[in-house]
């Protein structure tokens, strides 16, 4: 079935480093990826997405980088900040409905200062 | 413009009762989907609803029932309550499918059952 694994589940970075976090999907034919933000008692916002006609997004501090073949993709995290401390999810749409998405199990990443 | 706003935002419930969550999403926005979240199982798709319709079910038992209404509005209803129903449920609104943009999310229900 659709599934999609998200790896670390914890994270922790000192400020300055970078953080990585991979997802891998099970549809071959998932054509959209966000992935959001959830600070702590706070909603999930979103952060970035990437469509599959796309190999590689930025913004800022933030990038995304897509492998159709494998089936992975990873959030990338420059010069981290306290502020980035959160948990992560990362999400694929399967192809056979938009209707759907199908959510990572999270990863909490903490930046030590 | 108004967030997606959820209600109430903590309740508590015995077991083999029932419990009824409402949803009031971003002005314009159509679609509204919801998301059980627990500690490590991550964000579980319930439902999305569209115009009235539900469009598409997540892997939960049929306790899990959910309904739109002609403003958009949505309720979610447990019914039966297991302890294992713990969660906080959140909803979210979008312009399009949720597999095609920006979810915007509510602040969730937190739900105990006891």
């Known amino acids: 079935g659709e599934n999609v694994e998200q790896h670390p589940s914890t994270l922790s970075v000192q400020e300055g480093d970078s953080a990585v976090i991979k997802c891998t999907y099970s549809?071959?034919?998932?054509?959209?990826f966000p992935w959001y933000k959830q600070e702590l008692g706070k909603r999930p916002q979103l952060i970035i997405d990437i469509r599959s006609n796309v190999g590689e997004k930025k913004d800022q501090r933030i990038a995304v980088t897509l492998n159709k073949t494998a089936k992975h993709f990873s959030l990338h995290i420059t010069e981290t900040q306290p502020e980035d401390s959160a948990v992560y999810f990362c999400?694929?749409?399967?192809?056979?409905?938009?209707?759907?998405?199908?959510f990572g199990s999270g990863t909490r990443l903490s930046i030590r200062p | 413009k108004a967030g997606v706003t959820q209600t109430p935002r903590y309740l508590i419930k015995t077991r083999g009762q029932q419990v009824t969550l409402s949803c009031s999403p971003i002005?314009?926005?159509?679609?509204v989907s919801w998301y059980q979240q627990t500690p490590g199982q991550g964000l579980q798709f319930l439902f999305e609803?569209?115009?009235?319709?539900?469009?598409n079910k997540g892997n939960f038992p049929g306790r899990f029932s959910g309904r739109q209404f002609s403003n958009s509005r949505s309720e979610m209803n447990v019914s039966t309550l297991e302890l294992g129903d713990s969660a906080l449920y959140l909803c979210a609104s979008s312009l399009e499918r949720p597999g095609t943009g920006e979810l915007f999310f509510g602040e969730g229900s937190r739900l105990t059952v006891l």
């Open positions: 609803y569209f115009s009235e319709t539900q469009r």
């Open positions: 999400a694929a749409s399967p192809y056979s409905s938009a209707s759907k998405i199908i």
């Open positions: 002005s314009g926005h159509r679609s």
């Open positions: 549809d071959s034919a998932s054509n959209y």
